[in-house]
């Protein structure tokens, strides 16, 4: 049996097409337009991945979030999930609000509770641990409206997920996927990278205690020098093919915004595969960190305060080949210096690829370079 | 915002805690201890509680969808 919903409840929004007769006739002051990424957050909270959520967050629950890294019942939570929008509307308690994207099409159908005023120095300070604009969640905070909505959702309409719709699994089917395959315990490894020798290792490692792994990449927006969407799940299709046994491992992409807050994210990104059904958890080196804002294993040492969690963090050091050692190794088993570890800068694999090298096959496999070289612009930019 | 209430224990069990958490790091006081403790016992329990989110219509449909899409 999978894990249980986080809060006790898989959330279910009802779905419906964007042509359906509950969402039209809606004038232009009962409309709230959001962006790519809100209407993202939209499909998680409609699918259950944010669960126990069902719309987006009033004050208390924000509040709360903030200084307790809990929902107002209790329940663990670490980064608010808010619905940003101009000051200058005009709903009231109760109304149903479309919510549309850019192009006008509906997104979801919402019902008013409130809104709040959030301080962006706060937030950053509580979500991030810094005010530095350099870090791009920060950014993203001071560059939004602080005006927080809040409220339930009624209908949400289906994403179209392109190319990446058959990649894409909803807590439902993920829980009745790892239900028909007989697992028990399984593992979730988050990412939003090509896979390196290193990833394999930590994966394996994981799987070699349960019942079954379940890759998760992230797809979404990210920041420049990350990998793009496509490229993460062609290496990911290439290394599973070649590397990987097929009757205990699956995958399927998550659609997520990255925020880059370190240990705070690291919660949350074990909260979605709750959610998923998975018991387990990978949390490696600096995990959703970026830059130098957070303690190499900062995210590892936040999860002693959530004994409530309800998922298994499998904690591991880096995974790196070592040249002296001849072979993977990692911080914790091999007694050698930086000089033997073979690793890359983000920097320097950039620039590989774009000088048309790739990395030694001890680094990244042969498949997953390949997969790599196929890509004129691999790198976000 | 969250609120706080006291509940009673022995004052011996409390002292007991005191020093058990003299010699651990980690807590700053008994009711950090016993917050924590107490959130472990719930969430174990409540785990016990929770139904399966799925019919047996959804099952059929969703098993079907996994199979087309080459994950059974």
């Known amino acids: ?381 | 915002m969250s609120k706080y209430t006291s509940v009673s224990i022995p004052l011996t069990l409390h002292k007991r805690l005191e020093k058990l958490i003299a010699k651990k790091t980690g807590f700053k006081s008994v009711s950090d201890y016993v917050t924590y403790v107490l959130r472990e016992v719930v969430a174990m329990h409540e785990m016990k509680e929770v139904p399966e989110p799925f019919t047996s219509t959804d099952l059929a449909e969703i098993k079907e969808r996994l199979r087309a899409l080459g994950y059974l």
């Open chain 1, 1 to 381: 049996m999978a894990n249980p919903p986080h809060g006790g409840k898989l959330v279910q929004v009802k779905q419906s097409s964007k042509d359906s007769s509950a969402l039209a006739g809606f004038k232009q002051n009962q409309k709230l337009q959001v962006s790519k990424e809100t209407a993202t957050v939209v499909s998680n909270i409609a699918n259950g991945i944010f669960s126990p959520l069902e719309g987006f967050m009033g004050e208390n629950d924000y509040l709360n979030v903030l200084e307790h890294m809990r929902l107002e019942n209790d329940v663990p939570w670490t980064i608010p999930i808010l619905l940003l929008g101009p000051h200058n509307h005009h709903f009231g308690s109760g109304d149903q609000i479309l919510l549309v994207n850019e192009a006008d099409q509906p997104v979801a159908l919402m019902e008013y509770e409130g809104n709040f005023e959030i301080s962006r120095e706060e937030y950053a300070a509580k979500v991030f641990g810094t005010d530095d604009k350099a870090h791009p969640g920060v950014a993203k905070i001071f560059a939004g409206n602080e005006c927080a909505i809040s409220g339930k959702l009624k209908a949400a309409v289906k994403p179209d997920h392109g190319d990446y719709a058959d990649f894409t699994l909803t807590p439902k089917e993920t829980r009745i996927l790892f239900a028909e395959k007989g697992w028990n315990t399984v593992v979730a490894f988050q990412t939003r990278n090509a896979p390196h020798i290193n990833h394999e290792y930590l994966q394996k490692s994981a799987l070699a205690l349960v019942d079954g792994l379940f890759v998760n990449p992230v797809l979404g927006k990210k920041k420049a020098g990350d990998f793009k969407d496509e490229v993460i799940l062609a290496t990911y299709q290439a290394i599973m093919a070649n590397y990987y046994p097929k009757d205990s491992v699956v995958m399927s992409v998550l659609h997520y915004e990255m925020q880059y807050a370190g240990p705070k994210e690291a919660i949350m990104h074990a909260i979605m595969r709750k959610n998923f059904g998975t018991t387990h958890i990978i949390i490696g080196r600096d995990h959703a960190g970026v830059g130098n804002y957070y303690g190499p294993y900062a995210a590892q040492e936040i999860f002693k305060e959530f004994p409530d969690l309800g998922m298994t963090p499998m904690f591991f050091r880096e995974f790196y080949y070592c040249t002296r050692c001849a072979g993977i190794a990692s911080e914790k088993t091999c007694p050698h210096g930086e000089e033997e570890k073979l690793a890359f800068s983000g920097t320097k694999l950039r620039k590989m690829f774009a000088d048309g090298e790739v990395p030694p096959k001890e680094f990244m496999r042969p498949e997953v370079s390949q997969a790599i070289s196929k890509f004129k612009h691999p790198f976000v930019e």
